[in-house]
């Protein structure tokens, strides 16, 4: 649909990775690719559904799953239950974001330097030079009408551990001491990797406003559970949510003559409008919603697509992977039983019930429990089955190919 030939002139050739997970998203939910079998213990109906592909935060329905999955395990596994945390979010100015779309492997290093910059801030204000931080940080790419936008929201505890692990909060960390940090951090980082140049970095400096920002939130409990919830579910949620999106076929295209006439110099049909509204009005749009051509639209939103294992979630300091490895090994470390790691692990069909207040294994007819007795992947061998019972409908092609988008 993006075809290389209208928009590789400005801004490059199709990735990879974007024709894979837009693949993924179409047999989401399909009937043909994968089917599942039900079956009732005590009666003798059975009952079928398609499976659902783990696309990632770019789909809607995938992206409400894991961020349930994401907001249990921190909570039950990462975070320590007797602190309190603060959202940080850091922010590079625009003149670099640049480098961050051209090599997305740079998100996890803007995670890092933001870490470095708050932890040593924190060990100047409590005199602790060996104190560590414990910070979960994910790098985002998106702003609220889908522009390139990298940035990192960090969930942080708010203080310092020392070597045997006891706790030390801390009161006042000035939010323009660790924007300096932060900024002499990305300049001394992207000079290492021969990026820019002294002179780029004196004009920045020269600026009245550098474009960089580190905002940091209000104090938040450890009892405050909900809170530390919706916090979770802020740091991983999607691009785009489905409620504030609306796709209209039948109306002209769009006010903004840059994406009409984008579309049409390169003889690409534009049809159609789609809108996006946001919580509040961006300067550069001037309202609190955006007019996109359906396939600009689509252009902007695979921009977010991470690469193939691309981490964007990074755990620091007292939250690592190290410090919970030694801590197990040491039997020190309570949240990270088996029966816990089981729990948050999960299954879903507790996340089914949580999304959709729906249990999928129990019978609509009976309300009894039902057992999964196959799954099946020969599409032939799906397509006798749906045949049989009469799933596939008048249009055999279309119900089985096609679909609506799956629901967030």
């Not at 480098?99 to 470095?116: C, I, K, Q, V």
């Not at 929201?153 to 070597?163: K, M, P, Q």
């Amino acid at each position: 649909m993006l075809n290389g030939e209208y928009f590789e002139p400005q801004v490059g050739s199709l990735r990879t990775r974007v024709e894979t997970v837009v693949g993924q998203f179409l047999e989401c939910g399909c009937w043909i690719s994968v089917l599942h079998a039900f079956v009732a213990s005590n009666v003798s109906l059975s009952y079928f559904c398609p499976s659902v592909a783990k696309v990632g935060p770019s789909c809607p329905s995938c992206a409400a799953k894991r961020e349930l999955f994401f907001e249990e395990f921190l909570i039950a596994e990462v975070l320590e239950p007797n602190i309190s945390h603060r959202h940080v979010v850091f922010t590079v100015p625009k003149r670099l974001r640049g480098f961050f779309l051209r090599d997305r492997h740079l998100l996890a290093d803007l995670s890092r330097l933001g870490y470095e910059s708050l932890v040593e801030v924190m060990r100047e204000e409590l005199e602790l030079p060996m104190g560590r931080g414990a910070a979960v940080i994910v790098a985002q790419t998106f702003g609220s009408f889908l522009g390139f936008t990298p940035h990192a929201h960090a969930l942080v505890a708010w203080g310092l551990f020392n070597a045997e692990g006891h706790y030390t909060g801390v009161m006042n960390v000035p939010p323009d001491v660790v924007e300096e940090v932060f900024r002499h951090k990305v300049f001394r980082f992207l000079l290492d990797l021969d990026l820019i140049t002294e002179d780029t970095v004196c004009n920045m400096l020269s600026w009245h406003h550098s474009g960089f920002s580190v905002f940091i939130g209000p104090s938040v409990h450890a009892f405050e559970r909900d809170r530390l919830g919706q916090l979770a579910r802020y740091l991983i949620r999607g691009p785009i949510s489905l409620s504030r999106l609306v796709y209209e076929p039948s109306v002209g295209t769009p006010e903004d003559k840059d994406s009409k006439n984008l579309e049409r110099a390169r003889g690409v049909p534009c049809e159609g409008r789609v809108s996006y509204r946001a919580s509040k009005s961006h300067h550069k749009y001037g309202k609190n919603q955006r007019v996109w051509t359906p396939l600009l639209f689509l252009l902007d939103l695979i921009r977010h697509i991470p690469e193939r294992h691309q981490k964007l979630v990074n755990y620091y300091g007292w939250y690592s992977n190290r410090t919970k490895r030694i801590e197990a090994e040491q039997g020190e470390g309570p949240r990270c039983t088996v029966a816990q790691k089981r729990l948050t692990l999960g299954h879903w069909r507790r996340f089914i019930k949580l999304i959709y207040e729906v249990d999928p294994l129990i019978c609509p007819n009976c309300d009894v429990e039902m057992q999964v007795v196959s799954c099946l992947n020969d599409p032939d061998v799906i397509f006798k089955i749906l045949a049989h019972t009469k799933l596939l409908g008048k249009d055999q092609k279309y119900s089985v190919c096609g679909r609506a988008p799956p629901k967030g």
